[in-house]
């Protein structure tokens, strides 16, 4: 029967392999049965009450590839094949993902008893920032953290800010080698990033700190940054080379601040209005003031949110600048006519008489917001509304703002990137605009301020909820001020005079254009 006929020469040829073959084999078969296993039980074993799995041959790898590769570009295929809520397998976890504006009130409007961001960004964050802030401590305590933040973040500190940051941009371009002479091309991205250091650790930090930013805290926080590579979601803990290292700048860096702090108070400061004071004087509902090490770990954790996004972003806009000269020359008219000829200093009060500057960061942040995935343990059964499905506490739950933010349904021609659209009247005009929606949303207060609920809203590019960004009008006054300056001295455009724009590189956490990203600039004068 069987076993002479086939199973018996099978294993007579089987041991006349080598050890190392007979392993080769053992494996490969392995490997085929657990493939065979996977595909199997994604047709037989569907659960009706859970949402659709994307198909993937390889247990636990799954999707990972597809997704880590091009994040946007996976969620809109699935959502075309199985619309806005389905599951997909990153690293042997499941994920759920559930894009569009209903997908996205469900998860960052998620009620503390069903969603936890904690629980997922701490093995990152928490080495980094380190102890007691922001997600290594319960989150009543963040929203109390945010709430003494967002006191340096008012109208009174940006009309200081502006000034600030002017000079900052103007100083970089007059010493960096790269902008000597009349005209020249350069890889944009590090410059940016270095634009956007210096701006917000001046601004926010004093000018004690930005002139660390020439020596030690440059390099400091370099290293601090390679904690956030995603490899550390599983290897935080490895005692590898870049995690020393880690490790090494967050107590160093931490140090500086907590010595400043000392400093500050011994010297008896009574008048200033940066983060850092505010933090110095501010006491936890509790009656317990913030002791030094939580304000020197929040304000490198303030910096580090800062830095990634508002870098990347300022790229993109520099980017899209030069692939668009004619909307370059835009914003120089519009800040000559709003203005005057001579252009003035620029101060807070002059961003608001300018929309088309404040609409390319609104329109480069639509289509390149450098978070594409917000992610949340569930930490009991959720019921999505309008469907059966439960989502089960082993899921981990994906939100994607960007999606409904490049959903033709809402954005008219949504690949193109046109701030005109942001008018009233535009033909691109999206309908949040036409009929006022954007301004007139709901308000919430989680512990640190009125916030906007945004249930409705297709364009999130800062969150929702209590994890809401708190940065968001610093972001927009720094955004806005570089770019108002860099207009008024350069003209930018492609090295081939196209108008084609770089790839997005998704390799780290935060996205950000591929690089070398090279631009033509062109002194205006
Ligand atoms: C949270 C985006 C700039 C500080 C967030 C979130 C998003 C976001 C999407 C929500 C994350 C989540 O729900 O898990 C952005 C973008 C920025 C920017 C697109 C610039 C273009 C800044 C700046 C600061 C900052 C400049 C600091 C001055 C924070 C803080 C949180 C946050 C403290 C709260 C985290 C939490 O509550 O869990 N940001 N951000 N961000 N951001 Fe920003």
Redesign the pocket.
């Known amino acids: 029967g069987f076993v002479q006929e086939v199973a018996a020469p099978l294993a007579a040829s089987y041991s006349q392999l080598g050890l190392a073959s007979q392993i080769g084999v053992a494996l490969a078969s392995f490997i085929a049965i657990s493939v065979v296993i996977h595909v199997l039980k994604q047709f037989l074993f569907v659960n009706p009450n859970e949402p659709p799995m994307v198909f993937s041959w390889f247990p636990v790898i799954g999707s990972t590839i597809t997704y880590g590769m091009d994040p946007p570009k996976f969620f809109k295929e699935q959502q075309a094949k199985f619309g806005d809520c389905f599951s997909f397998i990153l690293l042997g976890k499941k994920m759920t993902v559930y894009v569009g504006p209903k997908g996205n009130d469900f998860i960052?409007n998620g009620k503390i008893r069903d969603v936890c961001?904690e629980d997922i960004y701490t093995v990152l964050t928490t080495p980094v920032f380190g102890k007691d802030v922001?997600y290594d401590c319960p989150n009543s305590k963040?929203m109390e953290q945010?709430k003494f933040?967002k006191v340096a973040?008012t109208t009174e500190a940006f009309r200081q800010y502006v000034p600030i940051i002017a000079d900052e941009v103007n100083s970089y371009f007059k010493r960096t080698p790269d902008f000597k002479g009349q005209s020249g091309t350069v890889n944009i991205c590090p410059k940016m990033a270095q634009i956007t250091i210096f701006t917000?650790s001046h601004s926010?930090q004093g000018k004690v700190i930005r002139d660390k930013f020439d020596e030690t805290l440059a390099d400091l926080y370099h290293d601090l940054d390679m904690g956030f590579s995603p490899a550390n979601f599983m290897l935080h803990w490895a005692p590898l080379p870049w995690n020393n290292r880690r490790d090494y700048a967050q107590k160093t860096v931490a140090k500086i601040y907590m010595d400043t702090i000392k400093q500050r108070r011994d010297a008896g400061e009574t008048d200033a209005q940066d983060i850092m004071f505010h933090l110095m004087k501010a006491t936890y509902k509790n009656g317990v003031p913030v002791p030094d090490h939580e304000i020197a770990h929040m304000m490198i954790?303030?910096l580090m949110?800062?830095q990634h996004?508002?870098s990347s972003?300022s790229a993109w806009i520099m980017l899209r600048l030069a692939s668009r000269p004619d909307i370059m020359e835009d914003l120089y008219q519009e800040q000559i006519k709003a203005l005057g000829a001579d252009l003035p200093p620029l101060k807070y009060e002059d961003l608001a008489k300018l929309p088309l500057n404040q609409a390319i960061v609104k329109e480069t942040?639509r289509l390149h917001?450098?978070?594409h995935s917000?992610m949340r343990a569930v930490k009991q059964p959720m019921p999505v509304p309008g469907t059966k499905y439960v989502i089960p506490t082993d899921h981990v739950l994906m939100a994607a703002p960007g999606v409904s933010a490049s959903d033709e349904q809402y954005f008219p021609q949504p690949d193109l990137w046109e701030p005109h659209r942001w008018e009233p009247d535009h033909p691109l005009t999206p309908s949040i605009v036409r009929n006022g929606e954007d301004e007139t949303t709901e308000t919430i207060d989680y512990g640190y301020g009125l916030v906007s609920k945004g249930t409705a809203s297709p364009y999130l590019?800062?969150?929702a909820?209590?994890?809401?960004?708190?940065?968001?009008h610093?972001?927009n006054v720094?955004?806005q001020t570089i770019t108002a300056t860099i207009v008024r001295q350069f003209k930018f455009r492609n090295v081939d005079g196209s108008d084609k724009v770089i790839g997005t590189d998704y390799a780290s956490l935060f996205s950000r254009p591929l690089e070398p990203a090279n631009i033509y600039w062109e002194k205006r004068n």
């Open positions: 960052l961001a922001v963040l945010k933040m973040l917000a926010l954790a303030l949110a800062g996004s508002s972003t942040l917001a450098p978070i917000i590019p800062f969150g909820g209590r994890h809401r960004c708190i940065g968001e610093f972001a720094q955004l």
